[in-house]
């Protein structure tokens, strides 16, 4: 991947998204950055955590685990995703499902999965309360 690809993304399947914002507030100071279409973003300023919930869904990756609860995927914001698509096929990792959209508004995910089967997220448009690039203190 190119020298300024940066992970910036977790979502997690949780049973009620609103208490586990109340938590991620009371325990790590974060904020809310939004909604999402199951549930809640939150941000560190830097980071964006989902907090979604799929009810009777199943949860990508965990299809045959009903009522799975834990990290679904990690999300990495790249500067061009076709190089990186390339680096990760490459280095053993496989295309999933997503494509990119052109719309400069619109966040969007093109999922990847390691040679293990971990699915992981690429974008170049970002997360909701993620920062692309962080100047160290």
């Keep these: 991947m190119s020298e300024t690809s940066k992970l910036r993304h977790i979502a997690l399947s949780v049973p009620d ?21 199951r549930g809640i973003y939150m941000s560190d300023g830097i980071v964006n955590i989902a907090l979604l919930n799929f009810g009777d869904e199943p949860v990508p990756g965990f299809e045959t685990q009903k009522g799975y609860y834990g990290l679904i995927h990690f999300g990495v914001w ?33 999922k990847y ?23 160290a203190a």
């Design 17 to 37: 998204p609103e208490a586990a914002a109340t938590f991620f507030e009371q325990a790590f100071g974060m904020q809310r950055a939004g909604r999402a279409m």
């Design 78 to 110: 790249v500067d061009n995703l076709e190089e990186a698509g390339t680096k990760v096929t490459e280095a053993g990792g496989a295309y999933v499902t997503g494509r990119k959209e052109t719309d400069p508004n619109v966040f969007y995910e093109v």
């Design 113 to 135: 999965k390691t040679p293990e089967g971990i699915v992981f997220d690429m974008t170049e448009s970002g997360w909701r309360g993620a920062v692309k690039n962080v100047v």
